[in-house]
C-alpha cells in the first residue's frame, strides 16, 4: 500500500492494526463489504503529502516541514493572556500529542497554525514513538476549508476511513403532527455514536485544520460535532486550529492554548533556511518600526524572501503588502510563460492588481471562505469584466491563468479553488474597500466578515478617522454585536495600522467602553490599542468635547463623561451625548496632559482637573 521509504516499518505496523481493528468493528454492525482497506490508506497518503512541504503564498522552491520549519512556543490560554504567562504555562508541540486534554489552538494569520499541525502529523508519520505517554498512533486530518454543503464532521471521518454509512428516514411527533428527520446509520447504530468508539479503538491523532475558514450556515453544526466527539472520546485526541477572534463560543472538552511569537533564537534558525548571512537580515529588521511583524512565521518568511529578492526591507508596513503584491503579479507570466494574447495576459501589474482586488472583494463577501467554485469563479468574472474591459467570453482564460497560477489563487480539487493564504486574500479586498465611497453597504460587510474592513482601517490614508467613522456612524455602528467587534477588534490589532491623533478617534473609544463596559474581552482589546501614544494623544483630543459632572458616575471602574458640544462639524459625525473611560487611563491624561479633562464645579461653570483624587469627588 505504500511506498516503504516514506513511512516507517513501525507506522505501517501501526496502520495495518488500524485497519483490522476497523473491520473487526464494521463486521459487529454491518454485513455489506466495504472500502476501508482503500479509504484509509488513501487518506494516510494525502496526510503525508500534506504534511511534507510547506508553501509560503506560492512562492517557489517549496520548504520541507522536517528541515525549515521549527517548533513554536504554546501558551495555555487565550491570546489576551499571553503576556502574563509564566515559564510553567509554556507548552512544547510535542505536550499536545501526550495526556489526554483535547487542544483548540488559536493565533492570528501567518501565526503557524497549519505548520503546527503538519508538525504533528510527520512526528507520528515518521518517527518512533516518544516515550509511554503518547497515547495516540496515527494521524488523520480533515480540513474544514474543504468542507462541501451537507458534509459533516462525522462524514468527513467516516469517508477518510472508508466506513459505509446510509441514510435513514426517521418519523418523529411534533405539534402539527409526525414529521420526517433523516439521520445516517452505520448498520444499526447512528453514525455519530458509531465513530467515536471506533476512533477509541484506533487511536488516531485527529487534527482539524481552520474552524474560522468553515462557511457560516455550517459552522454551529460543525462546532457541536467536535464537542461531541470531545466529549465521546477517551482515547482520541482531537487538536484543532482557529483565528484568534473567531471564536464563538467556549467548545467544552478543549483546552484553549494560544501559539506565542517567534523567538529572536527562531527568527534567526529560520532565516538559516532562506539566506546565507541571516545575522545580517535580523539585524536590518530589528532597525525597522515593523520589526515586530517578524514573530509571526509567515509574515516572517515574506519578508525573507522580499529580503533574499530585491536586498532591501520597505519601512512601512503597507510597503511590504504592495511589495508582495507586485513581486507575485510580475512573477505571474514569467514563471507560467504565458504568451496569449488575452487582454487579461496583456495586463499591467497594476491593472491586474486592481482586477485580483475588485475579485477578491466579491468572492470574500460572496462566499466568505478562502475556498470558491468554478461556478463563483465564473460569476465574479462577469459582474467585473465590463468594468475592466474584458470581453465576456475570456472567461475561460482568466479561469485557466487562476487556476495554474500558484502565487494568488491555486487548483483546491475538482472545479475548486481558493486564494493561497487568507491573510493575502483579505487584504485584496480591502484595497478595494478603502478605496468605494463608504456607505450603507458598510453595516452589511461588518456583520458578515468584518476581517477585511479591518484591513482597510490599517490601508487607509487616515486610519483613526476610518475607525471613528465606523464606531461613530449609526449604520456602520449597529451592525456590531460582542463577537462581530471583538473579531474586528483582533484584526485591527494584528493589522497594526498607523494612527493619527484625531479627536473622533479618541471619543470613538470612549463610546465602545461605555457601550460594553461590562464585556472584558471588549475592553481588552481597546486597551491594547491605547499602547499607541497617537490613541492616547486621540483620547485627550477627543476630552475637549465632554466634562466630568459634578457627581460622576462609574461602573465597572469606569469614569462616565457628558458631552459639552453637539456636532463634530469638520467630520459630519455626531458625538454620543456620554462616553467612559477607565480610571487608570484618566489618572495617566492628567499626569501626562494637565489641562486635557474639565469637571463641572457649578451649572454652567467648568474647572480643569489636576488632581486624581478629583476623579472620585
Same mark, same amino acid.
Given at each position: 500500500?505504500?511506498?516503504?521509504?516514506?513511512?516507517?516499518? @513501525?507506522?505501517?505496523?501501526?496502520?495495518?492494526?488500524?485497519?483490522?481493528?476497523?473491520?473487526?468493528?464494521?463486521?459487529?454492525?454491518?454485513?455489506?463489504?466495504?472500502?476501508?482497506?482503500?479509504?484509509?490508506?488513501?487518506?494516510?497518503?494525502?496526510?503525508?503529502?500534506?504534511?511534507?512541504?510547506?508553501?509560503? !503564498?506560492?512562492?517557489?522552491?517549496?520548504?520541507?516541514?522536517?528541515?525549515?520549519?521549527?517548533?513554536?512556543?504554546?501558551?495555555?490560554?487565550? =491570546?489576551?493572556?499571553?503576556?502574563?504567562?509564566?515559564?510553567?504555562?509554556? +507548552?512544547?508541540?510535542?505536550?499536545?500529542?501526550?495526556?489526554?486534554?483535547?487542544?483548540?489552538? !488559536?493565533?492570528?494569520?501567518?501565526?503557524?497554525?497549519?505548520?503546527?499541525?503538519?508538525?504533528?502529523?510527520?512526528?507520528?508519520?515518521?518517527?518512533?514513538?516518544?516515550?509511554?505517554?503518547?497515547?495516540?498512533?496515527?494521524?488523520?486530518?480533515?480540513?474544514?476549508?474543504?468542507?462541501?454543503?451537507?458534509?459533516?464532521?462525522?462524514?468527513?471521518?467516516?469517508?477518510?476511513?472508508?466506513?459505509?454509512?446510509?441514510?435513514?428516514?426517521?418519523?418523529?411527533?411534533? =405539534?402539527?403532527?409526525?414529521?420526517?428527520?433523516?439521520?445516517?446509520?452505520?448498520?444499526?447504530?447512528?453514525?455519530?455514536?458509531?465513530?467515536?468508539?471506533?476512533?477509541?479503538?484506533?487511536?488516531?491523532?485527529?487534527?482539524?485544520?481552520?474552524?474560522?475558514?468553515?462557511?457560516?450556515?455550517?459552522?454551529?453544526? #460543525?462546532?457541536?460535532?467536535?464537542?461531541?466527539?470531545?466529549?465521546?472520546?477517551?482515547?482520541?485526541?482531537?487538536?484543532?486550529? #482557529?483565528?484568534?477572534?473567531?471564536?464563538?463560543?467556549?467548545?467544552?472538552?478543549?483546552?484553549?492554548?494560544?501559539?506565542?511569537?517567534?523567538?529572536?533564537?527562531?527568527?534567526?534558525?529560520?532565516?538559516?533556511?532562506?539566506?546565507?548571512?541571516?545575522?545580517?537580515?535580523?539585524?536590518?529588521?530589528?532597525?525597522?518600526?515593523?520589526?515586530?511583524?517578524?514573530?509571526?512565521?509567515?509574515?516572517?518568511?515574506?519578508?525573507?524572501?522580499?529580503?533574499?529578492?530585491?536586498?532591501?526591507?520597505?519601512?512601512?508596513?503597507?510597503?511590504?503588502?504592495? *511589495?508582495?503584491?507586485?513581486? *507575485?503579479?510580475?512573477?505571474?507570466?514569467?514563471?507560467?510563460?504565458?504568451?496569449?494574447?488575452?487582454?487579461?495576459?496583456?495586463?499591467?501589474?497594476? $491593472?491586474?492588481?486592481?482586477?485580483?482586488?475588485?475579485?477578491?472583494?466579491?468572492?470574500?463577501?460572496?462566499?466568505?471562505?478562502?475556498?470558491?467554485? $468554478?461556478?463563483?469563479?465564473?460569476?465574479?468574472?462577469?459582474?467585473?469584466?465590463?468594468?475592466?474591459?474584458?470581453?465576456?467570453?475570456?472567461?475561460?482564460?482568466?479561469?485557466?491563468?487562476?487556476?495554474?497560477?500558484?502565487?494568488?489563487?491555486?487548483?483546491?480539487?475538482?472545479?475548486?479553488?481558493?486564494?493561497?493564504?487568507?491573510?493575502?486574500?483579505?487584504?485584496?479586498?480591502?484595497?478595494?474597500?478603502?478605496?468605494?465611497?463608504?456607505?450603507?453597504?458598510?453595516?452589511?460587510?461588518?456583520?458578515?466578515?468584518?476581517?477585511?474592513?479591518?484591513?482597510?482601517?490599517?490601508?487607509?490614508?487616515?486610519?483613526?478617522?476610518?475607525?471613528?467613522?465606523?464606531?461613530?456612524?449609526?449604520?456602520?455602528?449597529?451592525?456590531?454585536?460582542?463577537?462581530?467587534?471583538?473579531?474586528?477588534?483582533?484584526?485591527?490589532?494584528?493589522?497594526?495600522?498607523?494612527?493619527?491623533?484625531?479627536?473622533?478617534?479618541?471619543?470613538?473609544?470612549?463610546? +465602545?467602553?461605555?457601550?460594553?463596559?461590562?464585556?472584558?474581552?471588549?475592553?481588552?482589546? +481597546?486597551?491594547?490599542?491605547?499602547?499607541?501614544?497617537?490613541?492616547?494623544?486621540?483620547?485627550?483630543?477627543?476630552?475637549?468635547?465632554?466634562?466630568?459632572?459634578?457627581?460622576?458616575?462609574?461602573?465597572?471602574?469606569?469614569?462616565?463623561?457628558?458631552?459639552?458640544?453637539?456636532?463634530?462639524?469638520?467630520?459630519?459625525?455626531?458625538?454620543?451625548?456620554?462616553?467612559?473611560?477607565?480610571?487608570?487611563?484618566?489618572?495617566?491624561?492628567?499626569?501626562?496632559?494637565?489641562?486635557?479633562?474639565?469637571?463641572?464645579?457649578?451649572?454652567?461653570?467648568? @474647572?480643569?482637573?489636576?488632581?486624581?483624587?478629583?476623579?472620585?469627588?
Amino acid at each position: 500500500m505504500f511506498d516503504g521509504t516514506v513511512l516507517s516499518s @513501525a507506522f505501517q505496523f501501526l496502520l495495518k492494526r488500524a485497519f483490522s481493528r476497523i473491520q473487526a468493528s464494521l463486521t459487529e454492525v454491518v454485513t455489506d463489504g466495504t472500502d476501508t482497506e482503500r479509504a484509509l490508506p488513501v487518506h494516510i497518503a494525502e496526510c503525508e503529502a500534506w504534511s511534507r512541504s510547506i508553501n509560503a !503564498l506560492g512562492l517557489s522552491p517549496r520548504h520541507k516541514t522536517d528541515e525549515d520549519t521549527v517548533a513554536l512556543r504554546i501558551g495555555r490560554g487565550h =491570546p489576551t493572556d499571553i503576556d502574563r504567562l509564566s515559564e510553567g504555562d509554556l +507548552l512544547h508541540e510535542l505536550d499536545l500529542i501526550n495526556g489526554p486534554e483535547n487542544y483548540l489552538i !488559536l493565533g492570528g494569520p501567518g501565526s503557524g497554525k497549519t505548520t503546527t499541525l503538519k508538525r504533528l502529523a510527520r512526528h507520528l508519520l515518521t518517527r518512533e514513538p516518544s516515550g509511554p505517554d503518547e497515547q495516540v498512533e496515527f494521524p488523520l486530518v480533515l480540513r474544514l476549508r474543504e468542507m462541501q454543503p451537507g458534509e459533516t464532521i462525522f462524514t468527513l471521518l467516516a469517508n477518510a476511513l472508508g466506513v459505509p454509512y446510509r441514510t435513514k428516514r426517521i418519523e418523529m411527533k411534533g =405539534p402539527g403532527g409526525p414529521v420526517a428527520d433523516y439521520q445516517l446509520f452505520v448498520g444499526r447504530l447512528r453514525l455519530e455514536t458509531f465513530l467515536p468508539d471506533l476512533l477509541d479503538t484506533l487511536q488516531p491523532l485527529l487534527l482539524v485544520d481552520g474552524l474560522d475558514e468553515v462557511r457560516e450556515r455550517q459552522r454551529s453544526v #460543525c462546532e457541536a460535532d467536535l464537542v461531541k466527539l470531545a466529549l465521546r472520546t477517551r482515547r482520541t485526541k482531537v487538536v484543532l486550529s #482557529c483565528r484568534t477572534g473567531d471564536v464563538a463560543r467556549v467548545l467544552e472538552g478543549f483546552e484553549v492554548v494560544t501559539l506565542c511569537g517567534l523567538t529572536e533564537e527562531q527568527q534567526l534558525a529560520l532565516s538559516n533556511h532562506w539566506l546565507e548571512d541571516p545575522s545580517l537580515f535580523i539585524s536590518q529588521l530589528r532597525s525597522f518600526p515593523y520589526h515586530d511583524v517578524g514573530d509571526r512565521p509567515l509574515l516572517l518568511i515574506q519578508l525573507l524572501y522580499i529580503h533574499s529578492r530585491y536586498g532591501y526591507l520597505p519601512e512601512q508596513a503597507s510597503e511590504i503588502y504592495e *511589495l508582495l503584491v507586485d513581486l *507575485l503579479l510580475k512573477e505571474w507570466d514569467a514563471e507560467r510563460g504565458i504568451q496569449r494574447p488575452s487582454r487579461y495576459a496583456s495586463f499591467s501589474p497594476q $491593472r491586474k492588481a486592481k482586477f485580483l482586488s475588485a475579485l477578491s472583494y466579491h468572492l470574500t463577501y460572496k462566499i466568505k471562505t478562502q475556498s470558491f467554485g $468554478r461556478h463563483e469563479l465564473m460569476e465574479a468574472y462577469e459582474r467585473l469584466c465590463e468594468q475592466f474591459e474584458l470581453p465576456k467570453e475570456e472567461g475561460s482564460e482568466v479561469a485557466a491563468e487562476l487556476e495554474t497560477h500558484t502565487g494568488l489563487v491555486v487548483a483546491a480539487g475538482h472545479n475548486r479553488y481558493e486564494f493561497s493564504h487568507l491573510s493575502l486574500q483579505e487584504y485584496l479586498a480591502a484595497q478595494h474597500l478603502v478605496r468605494e465611497p463608504a456607505g450603507s453597504q458598510l453595516a452589511r460587510y461588518l456583520a458578515e466578515y468584518p476581517a477585511p474592513v479591518a484591513v482597510g482601517v490599517a490601508l487607509s490614508s487616515s486610519p483613526s478617522i476610518w475607525f471613528a467613522t465606523i464606531m461613530l456612524r449609526r449604520s456602520s455602528y449597529r451592525a456590531f454585536d460582542e463577537k462581530t467587534l471583538v473579531s474586528f477588534l483582533a484584526r485591527i490589532e494584528t493589522e497594526r495600522p498607523a494612527f493619527e491623533v484625531a479627536a473622533p478617534m479618541g471619543i470613538a473609544l470612549g463610546k +465602545l467602553f461605555q457601550e460594553f463596559v461590562g464585556h472584558p474581552s471588549v475592553k481588552s482589546y +481597546l486597551r491594547q490599542l491605547l499602547r499607541s501614544g497617537a490613541v492616547l494623544g486621540s483620547v485627550i483630543r477627543g476630552l475637549d468635547w465632554y466634562f466630568l459632572p459634578a457627581v460622576p458616575t462609574h461602573e465597572h471602574d469606569c469614569i462616565y463623561l457628558v458631552r459639552r458640544f453637539g456636532l463634530l462639524n469638520s467630520f459630519g459625525i455626531k458625538a454620543p451625548g456620554q462616553i467612559a473611560f477607565p480610571r487608570d487611563l484618566l489618572e495617566t491624561v492628567i499626569e501626562e496632559s494637565p489641562g486635557a479633562l474639565l469637571r463641572e464645579e457649578a451649572p454652567g461653570r467648568l @474647572a480643569v482637573v489636576r488632581e486624581r483624587a478629583e476623579l472620585w469627588a
